[in-house]
């Protein structure tokens, strides 16, 4: 299973979001409404990894529109982050989700969706071309920095990796929607914490 012969050689960012419409590059496509590409400007800077669409998401087919996505604007916004050198993006562009009763409950992709995915991430990064990727959560590490890396030690400093797309520059934080799941006590915390690695990467670019 993999996204690869789907993916248009040489295609800008507009190209790639069309053609990935058709991706059938593993079984997420049939449940899911649409395929959730990359949005931003496509000569950003900075390029903001996720895990993959919500629900919110899948129906208006942008990424991080929905809860996740309202922490997350609000916290480069607090970092000082200028949404016009921003990219933002999902490891995998389709929903996972399985029904209970009438609502759709999120599933975390397995590896082979991961996988079969990271060919349109790497067509965004090598295209964008950013100074820094900023990697939110378990998931984005596991496609592009490997299953051993560790995201709560690893977090908040500026590191370069040799990957497919060439010698990149990374910072690893965590997913705005584990903010969301900590308990009351602990989210004040969390959220700055989150807002202080955001700053971090800002500084970086
Ligand atoms: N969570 C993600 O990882 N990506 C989105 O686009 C929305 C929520
Ligand atoms: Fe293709 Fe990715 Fe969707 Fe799977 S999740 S069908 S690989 S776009």
């Given at each position: 299973m993999s996204a690869a012969e789907y993916v248009p050689e040489g295609a800008g960012i507009a190209e790639l979001r069309e053609a990935a419409q058709?991706?059938?590059?593993?079984?997420?496509?049939?449940?899911?409404?649409?395929t959730v590409f990359g949005a931003g400007s496509?000569?950003?800077?900075m390029l903001l990894v996720g895990e993959q669409p919500g629900d919110v998401e899948d129906q208006r087919?942008?990424?991080?529109?929905?809860p996740a996505g309202k922490v997350l604007q609000k916290a480069l916004d607090e970092a000082g982050?200028?949404?016009?050198?921003l990219y933002v993006t999902n490891a995998v562009k389709h929903f996972r989700f399985e029904w209970r009763g009438k609502r759709r409950i999120h599933q975390t992709p397995d590896t082979s969706n991961v996988v079969a995915c990271r060919p349109w991430l790497e067509a965004e990064i090598r295209r964008v071309d950013p100074q820094l990727v900023v990697v939110l959560g378990a998931t984005a590490a596991k496609s592009l920095?490997?299953?051993?890396?560790?995201v709560t030690k690893e977090r908040g400093v500026v590191f370069e990796r040799d990957t497919p797309a060439g010698t990149r520059r990374f910072l690893a934080t965590i997913h705005p929607s584990a903010i969301l799941r900590m308990d009351a006590e602990l989210r004040d915390q969390g959220y700055a914490d989150f807002v202080a690695d955001l700053r971090t990467a800002v500084a970086a670019v």
């Amino acid at each position: 299973m993999s996204a690869a012969e789907y993916v248009p050689e040489g295609a800008g960012i507009a190209e790639l979001r069309e053609a990935a419409q058709g991706c059938h590059g593993c079984e997420l496509w049939e449940p899911a409404t649409q395929t959730v590409f990359g949005a931003g400007s496509p000569k950003a800077s900075m390029l903001l990894v996720g895990e993959q669409p919500g629900d919110v998401e899948d129906q208006r087919g942008l990424p991080f529109v929905g809860p996740a996505g309202k922490v997350l604007q609000k916290a480069l916004d607090e970092a000082g982050a200028d949404r016009s050198t921003l990219y933002v993006t999902n490891a995998v562009k389709h929903f996972r989700f399985e029904w209970r009763g009438k609502r759709r409950i999120h599933q975390t992709p397995d590896t082979s969706n991961v996988v079969a995915c990271r060919p349109w991430l790497e067509a965004e990064i090598r295209r964008v071309d950013p100074q820094l990727v900023v990697v939110l959560g378990a998931t984005a590490a596991k496609s592009l920095l490997g299953s051993g890396f560790r995201v709560t030690k690893e977090r908040g400093v500026v590191f370069e990796r040799d990957t497919p797309a060439g010698t990149r520059r990374f910072l690893a934080t965590i997913h705005p929607s584990a903010i969301l799941r900590m308990d009351a006590e602990l989210r004040d915390q969390g959220y700055a914490d989150f807002v202080a690695d955001l700053r971090t990467a800002v500084a970086a670019v």
